[in-house]
């Protein structure tokens, strides 16, 4: 049993199209994060957050508390957003990942 | 700032022999935290520091396993004895506080043969 659920695993999309990433998780939250790893290898954290929406460049991020659900949205995707994004849910000292949904956007 | 720091960023040693990965956090972070990630078991986190304390270590695999930080701009990870299962990245990651954005190092990819 998974405490974090990513969905899709593998998410292949044309350049320009709208992106969404979605996380589901059953324990409780102090914080969680998306972050994004790319095929080199590097991880870059996207969003810290723990409630409400949050919106960088083209990337927005929301969280429903209630439901246990974060989703993930890349708006106009490009080529450079291929990576791997990756949930991971902070309870309390408890650190909580997805396994991951690999993107990859084709030009 | 340089962001946080790690070496070596490869390392392939020989089955029993002691490895020492180490990393320097971003300046003024007060927490730092070791991951570990495989195709087979994605990201972990191993343990991880709050003012150069170790907070929760429940993550650290076995007694092989030991991590260290001396003070607020090192840290190290040590494996001894190594294991092939222990190949590995291993990444080490800091930020303001616990619950903070994290930034992560560049890693070490850790090979035991």
């Known amino acids: 049993k998974n405490e974090v659920e990513q969905s899709p695993q593998n998410l292949t999309a044309q350049e320009g199209e709208f992106i969404t990433i979605n996380c589901s998780y059953s324990v409780g939250i102090s914080a969680l994060h998306w972050l994004q790893q790319h095929p080199g290898g590097g991880i870059v954290s996207l969003f810290m957050?723990?409630?409400g929406k949050k919106k960088h460049g083209r990337l927005i991020a929301t969280i429903n508390i209630q439901e246990k659900h974060s989703s993930l949205h890349i708006t106009a995707s490009h080529p450079r957003d291929s990576a791997v994004y990756i949930c991971a849910v902070i309870f309390g000292n408890q650190f909580y990942f997805g396994t991951g949904t690999s993107l990859t956007v084709i030009p | 700032d340089a962001g946080v720091i790690q070496s070596p960023r490869h390392e392939v040693t020989e089955m029993g022999q002691e490895v020492t990965l180490r990393c320097k956090p971003i300046s003024g972070h007060n927490s730092l935290f070791w991951y570990r990630q495989t195709m087979m078991r994605g990201l972990e986190l191993l343990i991880y520091f709050n003012n150069n304390v170790p907070i929760d270590d429940s993550g650290m695999p076995e007694d092989r396993f030991s991590a260290k930080m001396p003070n607020a701009s090192f840290s190290t990870l040590k494996i001894q004895p190594s294991e092939p299962r222990d190949s590995a990245v291993y990444f080490c990651?800091?930020?303001?506080?616990?619950?903070?954005?994290?930034?992560f190092g560049p890693g070490t990819r850790l090979l035991v043969l």
């Open positions: 990651a800091s930020s303001l506080s616990g619950d903070a954005t994290q930034y």
């Open positions: 957050l723990s409630s």
